[in-house]
């Protein structure tokens, strides 16, 4: 093994063990979550590393680094997240390699992703994604809608062709009512989880966590945790 394979492979099983850990406290069964390993700022020879350790499911947040680490890494079999916020004019790139776009946060964007999944004929699967510290009806700093504007988002990417409803994602707060308190965040998304699948039964993926909070997500219900520094190390900067 070389040096890093051997460091990722030590990470990932801390990762695994705190999930399993999480999953045991909460009286949920391990498999009720998918970790996600999110490689931005990581090399195209990171994510092979990754896909040689077992892991299954990459996201990144940034198109331009995305879509040439995503073509090196076709030969894979990894689905890709995308979770930043996302410019409908990269909408027809971020489609040629992402499953599943987390990060839906407004209905130009479902309009932008419809068009592209009809013209390639793949089916999107996409995530609304919350800010729980933006006002009602605003969208937050960092992306996301307000919770009430999730209902009209969902009914319209429900009625888009190409589109498939996943449920919700957020990230836990660093402002307003939540700042630091990541499971009332979580229990919060949770309780508007509840409500989407009442008029939609199959949204039921919970995208929450990360690697500082991941238990908290896993303890409130997540079905998808996000990880990247845990796994791949802190990276330079803040992004
Ligand atoms: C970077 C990022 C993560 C992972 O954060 P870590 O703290 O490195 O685990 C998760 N979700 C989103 C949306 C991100 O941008």
Redesign the pocket.
């Known amino acids: 093994m070389t040096e890093r394979r051997e460091e990722l492979a030590a990470n990932l099983a801390r990762v695994e063990d705190r999930i399993a850990a999480a999953c045991e406290a909460a009286g949920r069964a391990r498999e009720e979550v998918t970790l996600i390993v ?1 490689t ?1 700022t990581y090399p195209a020879s990171d994510v092979r590393i990754l896909a040689g350790l077992g892991v299954r499911h990459v ?1 990144e ?1 940034r198109d331009q680094d995305a879509a040439p680490k995503a073509a090196a890494c076709a030969d894979l079999p990894l689905s890709w997240h995308f ?2 916020q996302l410019q409908t004019n990269k909408v027809r790139s971020v489609a040629g390699y992402a499953e599943m776009v ?2 839906v946060d407004r209905a130009r964007l479902v309009t932008a992703l419809s068009k592209e999944a009809v013209r390639t004929g793949r089916e999107i699967g996409c995530l609304i994604q919350v800010a729980l510290d933006a006002g009602e009806k605003e969208r937050g700093d960092r992306g996301g809608v307000a919770p009430g504007g999730i209902e009209e988002l969902a009914g319209l990417i429900a009625s888009s062709e190409g589109l498939r409803l996943g449920g919700l994602m957020t ?1 836990a707060p660093l402002t307003g009512q939540y700042a630091g308190r990541q499971r009332a965040a979580f229990d919060r998304l949770m309780d508007l989880s509840t409500a989407l699948r009442r008029a939609h039964p199959a949204a039921t993926m919970v995208s929450a966590g ?3 909070d991941l238990e908290e997500a896993v303890a409130a219900g997540a079905t998808h945790v ?5 796994v791949l190390g802190v ?1 330079p900067g803040l ?1």
Do not use: C, I, P, W
């Open positions: 999110v931005k996201a947040n979770v930043g987390q990060s990230v990360m690697s500082a996000r990880v990247g520094s845990a990276r992004r």
